[in-house]
Structure formats: structure tokens, C-alpha cells
């Protein structure tokens, strides 16, 4: 099934306007590891909102493509791989546990210390969201998010998450919201965020901090990965950080949708700050947006 994409935006605006101008969105964009997605997993439990892993949807993309070794460089490959990013059913699930917290302003997020929240990927109904994780697609990713024409599709399905007008388990766009959670915003993480998918957001955070540091968050992780796996792999922090940089590079210079911060974003600069910090500080501005904006959360 292709999209008729005119259509659909035309939907997206349409539902945006009536039924979503009181949820709050909140927009996360930058570089690899700079901790967006983490935080924004946490503020999104912490404010009762929805979250949207943009990225997630892009690794699901490359792994359908490369599991029918198309490749985004063959020029033969670029419209089937567009096709897949169309036709494939990509569902999230973050799972709150515990469930939300009442908001308050004095809960500091270092007091959920149980599990931590954390998005399940599903690609036409399978679990992937280990394998979207491996080395293989974190290296192919880019390539395929250069695709404009892969771009075209998910932005457009990205949006209508927001709005509450796309149907994961019909890969449909709906006529009208459906009617899930009742959450009180969204929150999406990603590279085009602020500058393209939800221009219009209510707040937008340009997360960074220095390639080192986000490096050796990496490498923490896939230690830690592979030490829960019980995989015996040696971790290079120096392939690890080279990995990252091509990654950044490609995203910061790609002509189509390249990882900027939107002009009206607030830069947070991580590298010195704890992911509670990050969480409180970006919990601390919706509130103080929501409040001039006289949204009510
Ligand atoms: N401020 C921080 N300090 C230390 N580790 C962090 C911080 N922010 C995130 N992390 C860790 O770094 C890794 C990458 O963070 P993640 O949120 O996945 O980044 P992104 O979504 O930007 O790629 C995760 O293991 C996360 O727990
Ligand atoms: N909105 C988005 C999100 C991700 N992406 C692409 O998808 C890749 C993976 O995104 P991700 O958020 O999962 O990556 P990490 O920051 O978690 O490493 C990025 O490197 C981008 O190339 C994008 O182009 N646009």
C-alpha cells in the first residue's frame, strides 16, 4: 500500500488544529547518545505524556531492508526500501513501570528508582527492539534516513503518532483520533524533530554534549549489554567513538531534514549533568511553558 501523502498531511493539520491544541509537545533533538532518549522516556513518565522514538522507527526501517539485503546505496534499492518504510507495521510501546507519578513540582525524578521506562519495537509484529540496537543497523541507519523518499513516509506517520491519527497495529492513518491513553502530551526524540516533524511544538530541547563523553556513554552501554547477554566481545571505545563521529557527520551534513537545532530550541548542553539532572531540567521547562502558555498539565 503506498500513502497518498497529500492526503494525509492534510489530515494531520486538520486533526492538530481541532482536537490536539491543548495537548502540550514537546520536541528532543541531537546527536547520538547525548542522553535524548533516555530523558525523554523519563520526563515522559514523569508528566504523564506520550513518547515517540523517532530513530526507533528509521533502525526498524533499515532492518527490514537489510534482512532483504537492499542496500541504500543502489540507486535499483533507494524505492524499495521507501516501499518497506510504507508498507512495514512499526509499533512502539513504552512500558511505564511503576505507573506515572502524580505530577508534582516537588517529585524529583531521582526518586523513581525502580525500573526505568523503556520503548518495545515491533516490526509487522515481531519484537525487535534488541536488534534495531546491534552494531549492523546503528552503522546503516544513516544511510537509509538520508532517503528522501524513506523520509517522506515516516515523517508523515511520526506526525500522525503525535496527533493521535495513525493506527500502528493497521499501518492506516485514521479519519479520526483514536482514542488511546489519555495523555496529557507528547514528547518525541529524534534528529528533525523541532525543525520538521513538529515545527509547531510547544517546547523544543537541543540535547548535547561533547563526542568523548557521548562515547563513552555508548561504550558503558554496549559493555553493559553485553555483559547482560552474556556475550563474551571486546568493545573498542576507539571504534566506538569513530562509529559515532561518521554518524554525527552524516546526520549533521545530509541534504535532507540534517540534524540542526531548530531556532527557537533551547540548547542543553549534558556532558556535565546527570540523566536526573537532564530530566528535572527539561521537567522544570514544559512546566514553566505550559504555565505561560496556559496549557493545563
Ligand atoms: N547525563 C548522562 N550521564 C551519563 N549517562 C547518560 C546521560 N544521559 C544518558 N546517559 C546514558 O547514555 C546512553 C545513551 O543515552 P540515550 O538516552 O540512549 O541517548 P540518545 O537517545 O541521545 O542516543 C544510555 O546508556 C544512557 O543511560
Ligand atoms: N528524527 C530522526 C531520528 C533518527 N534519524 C536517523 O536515525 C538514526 C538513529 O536514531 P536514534 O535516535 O535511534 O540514534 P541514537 O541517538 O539513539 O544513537 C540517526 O543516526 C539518524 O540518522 C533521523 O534521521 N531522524
Do not use: C, W
Amino acid at each position: 500500500m503506498i500513502f497518498n501523502f497529500a492526503k494525509s498531511n492534510n489530515l494531520t493539520k486538520k486533526f492538530d488544529k481541532v482536537f490536539y491544541r491543548n495537548l502540550f509537545q514537546l520536541a528532543i533533538d541531537g546527536p547520538a547518545a547525548s542522553g535524548k532518549s533516555s530523558t525523554a522516556r523519563m520526563a515522559a513518565q514523569q508528566l504523564n505524556f506520550e513518547y515517540i522514538d523517532s530513530g526507533a522507527m528509521y533502525r526498524a526501517v533499515t532492518l527490514a531492508a537489510l534482512r532483504q539485503n537492499l542496500s541504500p546505496t543502489l540507486l535499483e534499492d533507494v524505492s524499495k526500501i521507501a516501499q518497506l518504510a510504507a508498507t512495514s507495521h512499526i509499533h512502539l510501546h513504552t512500558t511505564f513501570d511503576p505507573p506515572p507519578l502524580p505530577l508534582t513540582h516537588s517529585i524529583p525524578s531521582s526518586s523513581i528508582t525502580s525500573s526505568l521506562p523503556q520503548t518495545l519495537v515491533y516490526l509487522n509484529g515481531e519484537d525487535v527492539t534488541y536488534e534495531i540496537r546491534s552494531p549492523e543497523i546503528t552503522n546503516n541507519v544513516s544511510g537509509i534516513a538520508s532517503n528522501l523518499d524513506v523520509r517522506k513516509v515516516l515523517v508523515e506517520k511520526q506526525r500522525a503518532l503525535a496527533s493521535g491519527i495513525y493506527d500502528e497495529n493497521q499501518n492506516k492513518f485514521s479519519p479520526t483520533p483514536l482514542i488511546k491513553k489519555s495523555p496529557k502530551g507528547t514528547v518525541m526524540d529524534g534528529r528533525d524533530v523541532g525543525t520538521v516533524i513538529l515545527p509547531n511544538a510547544d517546547l523544543k530541547i537541543f540535547v548535547t554534549a561533547s563526542a568523548k563523553v557521548r562515547a563513552t556513554r555508548r561504550f558503558k552501554e554496549l559493555q553493559q549489554q553485553s555483559y547482560s547477554k552474556r556475550i563474551s566481545q571486546i568493545i573498542d571505545f576507539n571504534k566506538v567513538l569513530e562509529d559515532l563521529e561518521k554518524r554525527d557527520k552524516s546526520d549533521y551534513e545530509r541534504k535532507i531534514s540534517p540534524l540542526k537545532k531548530a531556532n527557537d530550541a533551547l540548547f542543553l548542553d549534558s556532558s556535565h549533568m546527570s540523566v536526573t539532572e537532564q530530566v528535572d531540567k527539561i521537567v522544570e521547562l514544559v512546566l514553566k511553558r505550559a504555565k505561560e502558555k496556559n496549557i493545563d498539565l
